[in-house]
């Protein structure tokens, strides 16, 4: 049967809520994040712009991933395509920093990556969801190979600093255990008729059975130790082979001392929409993706052009721009339509002409403050030492994460850690720091999670997203309220102009929310093409 | 750049443990107000220097100098608009051209991972940043002062 809210019995709901209060908090299951939109991708395949009026042009502002899935289209579709970038290279955000690489962030300090052959750290994005169908469908016709991203490693640690004397936990452990009294828990409570008002009689047996199968309770209904537990939780001693095969149960700790250490709310980090299995990375890095746009888009992209005025009349767009080699040197491109996908903190500060929606919308929306710290390992400690093969350990400790490459098992020499990924306040005062600064302290915080680290560190790079030139921030930030002050207007046509990009999507911080409003914005603008008909 | 999931997070500081990595790069100090990594929205260090440092100071840079990329972080040292008080006292509390606001109500705060500071922590940030990088503006500001601008609007009821 199914508990739903129409039946007689038990609400799902208010099972789940009597869950929640039992085990001592009722917002387990709702999203972790306090940001998560669940939002599937409305990506429904290639997009069709048949009929382009001879002779249309459109000039894209950006070579991200939003700015280039607008290239792309719009060429294969017959307009005359021109794309403008800051940057001497393609992708924006979709970005990967690997050995010799160098990268000054504003302020003027450098850092130059000294990263083994392989090894990388993307300071942008670094996982896709599977069902983010059109940045996967890009990466797909764009020939990019593709691996497994691991959101969850049971094995991998949830950490807390003020709990179980700062030792980090197995996954696994905190799941099994806090799964299993719970079961318990409330395997208790149906069998001593405190939930008859809520379960029918005929669903009572079922409810217990489900129970035990979920918490592996025993035949009593008791979480406790022995061998189904520990085929999940772990073992004391794990079975093998011979005479010393016999394996010895581990023994779960306390409900108390999971409940106070707060690592329950790790354990649901994989039960987002963005973030179950199964997610996928590039194979070599996420900025493969955003090259192989670059190739593919090679002799349409202009790099080195910063954009400082964006002006349309009734006839065309005209942006001026600066070729940052050679300061000072004004240029011109003109287009019949501007797909702009400049992040909102540099657009806001561009003479932009347009009406007051768009450009008090554009002013609305403050960029995340967020940092990545890569580390570099003299050996891959976490996998020889600690058998952790990709995935994240979560800690209470600013640096969030610590993420473990999802590629090259087993390979030996040196590795790379996402060492830290920090947000909010903590990210500011990252920001604030020099980059070795940054490092230092990612060190400092994951040595208490991974003793190893002082002795086996290498070296280092810190990306702090306030700091980086063509972004200012790492993404749009939209509240309830800002979304619905500004986003349409956001979203809508300017005349002539119109905005792309994640911040112009429900999907902040994807590239999915790029991919598909890049889509959506050249739908439209297509339209418009259209009905304007051919080019006298 | 994906969302993530995040824990709580607390203070886990240690001043030797922070000498200890840093003496890995041979550098010579931590930064003046290190304690300030806090576990909340808030930040806890209430002098203005502390804030600036460990705030401000990642956009608008250490000696003030602002910044330029694609598009620029305005230079506080030397800006004569700050000799209007109430025009810096409202850029921290309701942001300014992708600046945000540090005073958002707190469940707008949530939801943009915004840092609130409070009326006293503003006017001390404000009149830090008019006596220093080469300002002298002599009138230091009060929490009341500050207090009497506007603030950004709380969320209206669904």
Not at chain 1, 74 to 89: F, I, T, W
Not at chain 1, 483 to 488: L, Q, S, T
Not at chain 2, 62 to 85: C, E, R
Request: aromatic fraction near 10%; proline fraction near 5%; include cysteine.
């Amino acid at each position: 049967m199914e508990f739903d809210s129409t039946s007689s019995g038990v609400s799902r709901r208010s099972l789940l809520r009597m869950i929640g209060t039992v085990a001592g908090s009722a917002t387990m299951y709702q999203a972790m994040s306090s940001l998560g939109f669940a939002a599937d991708s409305p990506y429904q395949g290639p997009i069709d712009l048949k009929g382009a009026p001879r002779g249309s042009s459109v000039l894209v502002l950006g070579a991200g991933v939003a700015g280039m899935t607008a290239a792309i289209e719009l060429r294969d579709a017959g307009y005359q395509v021109q794309v403008l970038e800051y940057n001497s290279r393609a992708g924006g955000r979709n970005w990967t920093l690997r050995g010799g690489d160098r990268y000054t962030e504003l302020g003027g300090l450098t850092q130059e990556c000294r990263f083994d052959k392989d090894l990388y750290i993307n300071p942008g994005p670094w996982r896709i969801p599977y069902h983010h169908r059109g940045i996967l469908s890009y990466a797909k016709r764009l020939g990019v190979p593709l691996e497994p991203f691991f959101q969850v490693n049971y094995n991998a640690y949830l950490h807390s600093s003020k709990a179980f004397g700062g030792k980090p936990q197995r996954f696994r452990e905190i799941k099994a255990d806090y799964q299993g009294h719970v079961a318990e828990l409330l395997a208790k409570a149906t069998r001593q008729n405190e939930l008859d008002a809520a379960v029918s009689t005929e669903d009572r047996e079922k409810l217990l059975e489900s129970l035990r199968h979920w918490g592996a309770l025993d035949k009593d209904l008791r979480y406790t130790a022995n061998d189904a537990v520990s085929a999940r939780r772990g073992w004391k001693k794990k079975p093998s082979g011979g005479l010393s095969a016999r394996p010895i149960p581990s023994e779960p700790m306390g409900l108390e001392h999971i409940l106070s250490s707060g690592l329950w709310e790790g354990v649901s980090a994989g039960d987002e929409y963005d973030m179950q299995t199964s997610l996928f990375q590039p194979v070599g890095g996420m900025g493969r993706i955003g090259e192989a746009f670059g190739r593919e888009l090679a002799s349409l992209i202009r790099y080195n052009a910063k954009v400082v005025d964006i002006h349309q009349d009734e006839k065309q767009v005209t942006v001026t721009y600066e070729d940052s080699q050679s300061p000072g040197a004004m240029q011109k491109a003109t287009a019949d339509w501007c797909v702009c996908t400049i992040p909102l903190p540099i657009l806001a500060q561009i003479p932009l002409k347009v009406g007051t929606p768009l450009a008090s919308a554009i002013a609305a929306v403050p960029y995340a403050s967020a940092v990545k710290v890569g580390l570099q390992f003299k050996r891959r400690f976490w996998e020889e030492d600690e058998h952790i093969y990709g995935g994240i350990t979560y800690t209470d400790l600013p640096i969030t994460n610590i993420g473990y490459p999802n590629t090259g098992y087993f390979r030996g020499g040196k590795g790379v850690l996402l060492g830290a990924y920090i947000w909010g306040l903590n990210a500011m005062e990252f920001t604030s720091m020099a980059p070795e600064e940054r490092i230092a302290k990612a060190l400092e915080y994951g040595s208490q999670i991974h003793p190893q680290y002082p002795t086996e560190f290498d070296n280092g790079m810190a990306v702090a997203w306030h700091r980086s030139p063509f972004t200012m921030g790492c993404f749009g930030m939209w509240s309830t309220a800002s979304r619905a002050a500004h986003y349409d207007d956001l979203c809508r046509f300017d005349n002539r102009i119109v905005l792309a990009g994640e911040h112009a999507s429900f999907l902040g911080g994807w590239q999915e929310g790029g991919v598909t409003s890049a889509l959506d914005a050249i739908g439209r603008l297509h339209e418009r093409a259209v009905a304007q008909g051919e080019k006298a | 750049m994906s969302r993530c999931t995040t824990m709580p997070r607390f203070a886990g500081f240690t001043i030797a443990g922070a000498l200890a990595a840093l003496a890995l790069f041979g550098m010579a100090a931590v930064r003046a107000d290190d304690s300030a990594f806090t576990s909340k929205a808030g930040l806890d260090a209430q002098s203005g220097s502390a804030i600036y440092g460990n705030i401000c100071q990642g956009c608008h840079m250490p000696q003030g100098q602002g910044a330029v990329g694609a598009g620029h972080y305005p230079a506080l040292a030397g800006d004569p608009k700050l000799i209007s008080w109430e025009y810096a006292a409202l850029t921290v509390l309701g942001g300014r051209n992708g600046m945000p606001s540090f005073a958002l109500p707190p469940n707008q705060a949530d939801e943009t991972r915004a840092v609130h500071l409070s009326d006293a922590q503003i006017a001390e940030v404000v009149n830090y940043v008019r006596q220093h990088f080469g300002n002298h503006y002599k009138q230091r500001i009060t929490a009341d002062q500050v207090a009497a601008l506007p603030h950004p609007a709380p969320e209206p009821a669904p």
